[in-house]
């Protein structure tokens, strides 16, 4: 069966989403703003949203997309500790995110089932602490965990870069080098590009 992968940047921070369709099922991995019209716009049938990790600019058309049917995936259940909301507030940023609930909180488990796609499921963090990688394929959407040429930025409440790059190289970096690397933020990349030039790595 053919994948269809359409990419959408939205938001402030640039952000990816990625909407993957096979046949006539669709799913989506996170909801920058803009992301829900987007997908309106494509006239697709939605039914699973799954997200890499609950900063802001991942999460900001979540609740619209709940409100929708469209079922929520992620590590940990919704916090404005998780989307940064309290921390941007006392730097003077006026940021609200529209609550949601995560139907499905995945906690550590190693795989999930949504819409006849089967992911396998890896938590790295040290960007976020809800951070998960879901692999599929030969395909890795990275969240904000590897970029091509770089790595997740570890000074946010939860970071550690240690505890990051060595998730990256456990659990990232052993997959095959033509592996396809699609992160939360710029291009697209592939595991063996990173192995050789990135210099966080």
């Given amino acids: 069966m053919d994948i269809k992968i ?15 369709q096979r046949d006539d099922r669709a799913i989506l991995i996170d909801a920058p703003l803009g992301v829900c019209d987007w997908v309106d716009s494509l006239g697709v049938s939605l039914t699973d949203l799954l997200l890499t990790h609950q900063h802001y600019d991942h999460v900001e ?10 079922r929520l995936h992620a590590y940990s259940a919704y916090s ?33 089932e949504a ?28 969240g904000d965990t590897l970029f ?8 946010l409440p939860g970071g550690d870069m240690d ?19 699609f992160p939360g933020h710029g291009p697209q990349t592939t595991v063996g590009r990173e192995i050789e030039s990135n210099p966080f790595l």
């Fill in 80 to 112: 404005p500790e998780l989307t940064l909301e309290l921390l941007l507030k006392q730097s003077g940023i006026p940021l609200k995110i529209e609550p949601y609930q995560v139907d499905n909180v995945l906690g550590n488990n190693a795989e999930l």
């Fill in 115 to 142: 819409a006849g796609w089967h992911f396998r499921l890896e938590h790295v963090p040290g960007h976020a602490t809800d951070s998960l990688v879901f692999l599929t394929d030969d395909l890795v959407f990275a």
């Fill in 61 to 70: 058309d979540a609740a619209a997309l709940s409100a929708q049917g469209v």
């Fill in 163 to 181: 505890l990051l790059t060595q998730g990256i190289q456990e659990k990232i970096l052993n997959l095959p080098p033509e592996s396809r690397v």
């Fill in 148 to 155: 091509a040429g770089g790595v997740g930025r570890a000074d």
């Fill in 6 to 20: 359409n990419t959408f940047t939205g938001g402030m921070a640039e952000t990816n989403a990625y909407l993957l």
